[in-house]
């Protein structure tokens, strides 16, 4: 066995060595591809990505269950058992200058691959045009005045929705019904935005629904499988608008904000009218949040104009959010924040706020929300 080790081993090396440095060459390709918004948003996001994403939904959404969720515990298994026998070859000091060296290249190789499986299933979207140049509109700084319009007509549009849902004995739908009623909600919007068509539809309850709740996701993709998950134990009202922006990420919308605003796009052209109240609800919180900090008495005004049946809702997502509150959440939110900042977003987690930007240019655009 040492003996035809030996004898492999330096060509093995070589070899290994200089396919790292394809690697490196293709994974630069991609970074400076990445400078060109315009060749993204015409070749990659519009282009090649729909036949990329496509391909692989059509496969993994035949998986009753969340294929990448499976993945990613098989992917922490395997890291364990490599750390665990780093550790022990280092009691053992078993640990050769080459065994040393060819973990570190294997470990950078790793690197390279996740970023080049990333960026060419769906990271480039980062770097794309996006819905402002597909719509015309530019988000842009909007005053207090504006700010407070849009409030009156989310709080308006807020209270319509959950007065037509019904008194209290209202239930929700089921997590099925929501997202085949997303599907259909796409279907709608589609007739409007031809870009928003979403084909092979692979909607999936995440299988980390309750440690979700810890680590504060409601839902989120999977750029290597092209599911999208959604956190299912969330408020039952928080569903509907969370399945629909994280179908937007799925047709290539990277950005936070752009997600927000393709699945609020979506949203109200549902004709349940549950999707038109979890986007509302959604919305106002991130408007009324944002005046807050610019007048706190108009804020509290609006808050106290919401029907009971929708303060009742608020206060159950405040005790959602403060029931799950922990240290840990904390530090997930400060590091996803952090991975936003390195994806073409730089108001890291501030970016879903964004979309109160989306909304003022869109309403000037279009004249209604
Ligand atoms: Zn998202």
Known sequence: MFATMNKTKPIHFRRLLISTFVLIAAAAIVKIVSLYPEWIEKYYSTGIYIYISVFIRAITRWFPFSFGDVLYAVFAIFLVIKLVNIIKAIVRKTVTR?????????IIRFFLWLYLVF???????????????????????YSTQELKALTDSLVMKLNFARRSLGDSTYQYPS???????????????????PFLHYNQPCIKSSLY????????????????TAESQVNTTIPAFLIPYTTTHEVAHQLGYGDEDEANFVGYLTAKASTDMVFHYSVYFDLFNYANGELFFRDSVAARANYHALDTLVKRDEKIYRKFLIEYRNPVDHYITILYGDYLKANNQPRGMDTYDEVVAWLIAYQKKYGAL
């Open 119 to 141: 960026n060419i299933f769906w990271g480039l979207n980062y770097n794309r045009l996006g819905i402002a140049y597909q719509l015309q509109i530019q988000p842009e700084k």
């Open 209 to 224: 629904g309750k440690p979700g709740d810890y680590l504060g996701f409601e839902g989120y993709y999977n750029p290597f």
């Open 175 to 193: 997590d099925k019904e929501i997202f085949a009623q997303t599907i259909v909600a796409y279907g709608n919007v589609e007739k409007r935005f």
């Open 98 to 106: 080459q065994s040393f060296f060819l973990s570190i290249l294997k």
